[in-house]
């Protein structure tokens, strides 16, 4: 069964009510528009072909309406851009509200579970998490796909350009720091008294043991990726991790010296300005996001590991934090 088909049936399946309230890749309609910017450029580079061929092109052209294909490829990747940044934002949305009903509790939890008739609560938040890994890992097979058909429609190197240009503006669906939150969340699940892991949760696992810690999701049947747990400034495994904007996961303390911000201040009081260490994309520390699942998920894998790097931190914070205070009151009183 060819791709398009298999996206199709996939949005009108099971999970239709879940994703008729999110964005999805217009794959159809893309493809349309690469079908019809194809016979336009065929009209435009051949003088012959009739009046016939001319029609054809002009009932195909939903989307094309010019002469130039530099425009033709504008309107395709402007279209492609918005939908990637709304599919990515649906995502982290819908992650972030599970995940934090995963640790929640009292009146909030209480209301998710009557919304949901007092179902088991862990059987619903394992299920909406499946389906956001299917939504994930379907629209980026989809934009995948229509890259790589963009590509040898027009033999040019621009769809492999538009990824890294994804990569950039930090909408790449599977360089999403949610995903690797949501891989953490079902081994945290796997490796609880929940009952026997069913077959959906052997596609994640997480080796700890070895000089380069890793998590390895197995998406679908040829999508395999490893996620590098290991902090790019202390070369150890990432301890209270957090993931700034572009992605690049750090410890929070070597994350708060690069930025030259204190421990109890936080990433979110980094100067306008700062870079990542790793990419060197700029301002992407106001959108630092606590690594809340994975956190937990090394404070019950690796204890002592855990345990001695908590203590660590907590003295260098009231270290900071006496320095900050001792400073600021010598300069309150003028000394």
Known sequence: MKFGQ????????????FLNKC????????????????????????????????????????????????????????????????????????????????????????????????MDDQQVMIQEGRMLLDYVTMNAIAINKILKKYDKIHGSADGRKFKTKMRAEHIELLQSPWLIE???????FSGSDFGEPGEFF????????????????????????????????????????????CGHLFCKSCA?????????????????????????SVDVYKDAVHMAELDLLLKNRRKEYWKERMRRERAEMVKQAKEYWESQTITAIGI
């Open 256 to 280: 708060c010296s690069a930025a030259s911000v204190l421990l109890f201040q936080g990433l979110k009081e980094a100067p306008q300005g700062v870079k990542c260490p790793v990419c060197r």
């Open 6 to 17: 298999t996206f199709t049936d996939y949005l009108h399946g099971e999970q239709e009510a």
């Open 182 to 188: 949501l891989g953490a969340f079902y081994l945290n």
């Open 23 to 118: 964005s999805h890749v217009e794959y159809k309609r893309l493809k349309k528009f690469l079908k019809s910017c194809r016979v336009c450029r065929a009209l435009n580079e051949s003088d012959g072909g009739g009046n016939d061929r001319r029609e054809e092109g002009k009932e195909m052209s939903e989307f094309c309406q010019c002469n130039s294909c530099a425009l033709c490829d504008q309107m395709f990747f402007t279209e492609l851009t918005k939908e990637a940044s709304d599919i990515a934002g649906c995502f982290s949305s819908r992650v972030r509200r599970l995940l934090n009903l995963h640790v929640s509790s009292g009146l909030y939890r209480y209301m998710w579970r009557l919304r949901h008739c007092f």
């Open 202 to 245: 052997h596609k994640f696992s997480c080796d700890l043991s070895d000089m380069q810690p890793v998590m390895t999701m197995t998406l679908s049947d040829s999508m395999k990726y490893e996620y590098s747990l290991v902090c790019a400034i202390c070369l150890d495994t990432v301890f209270n991790p957090y993931a700034l904007g």
